[in-house]
Nanobody
């Protein structure tokens, strides 16, 4: 099994930057994709970005050009660099990992980290 845990949230002003981290533990070698999602108060959880073990990545339109996802395979950690932050980026950010185990595919979520952007 795999577990993930986020860190790096906080409060910034509009235009500021934050870097979130998501560390995987357990059988991290079985992970094939790690993603970031976010959930604003009263709204559904939305996709932000993912990165695959191959390095392929994809972003939501709302964050393209401002956010960058990267991975450090040696540390089993994925990062989300968030620049030019806007108040609408305020949300709880969740890390998700997809991994294979005994012929099946599994998903694990972290507990989330709060990001608050003030105007």
């Amino acid at each position: 099994q795999v577990q993930v845990a986020e860190s790096g949230g906080g409060s910034v002003q509009t235009g500021g930057s934050l870097r979130l981290s998501c560390a995987a533990s357990g059988n991290a070698a079985s992970i094939y994709r790690m993603s970031w999602y976010r959930q604003a108060p009263g709204k559904a959880r939305d996709f932000v970005a993912f990165i695959e073990i191959s390095g392929r990545s994809q972003y939501a339109d709302s964050v393209k050009g401002r956010f960058a996802i990267s991975q450090d395979n040696a540390k089993n950690t994925v990062y989300l660099q968030m620049d030019s932050l806007l108040p609408e980026d305020t949300a709880i950010y969740y890390c998700q990992c997809n991994y294979r185990w005994s012929g099946s595919v599994y998903t694990d979520w972290g507990q989330g980290t709060q990001v608050t952007v003030s105007s």
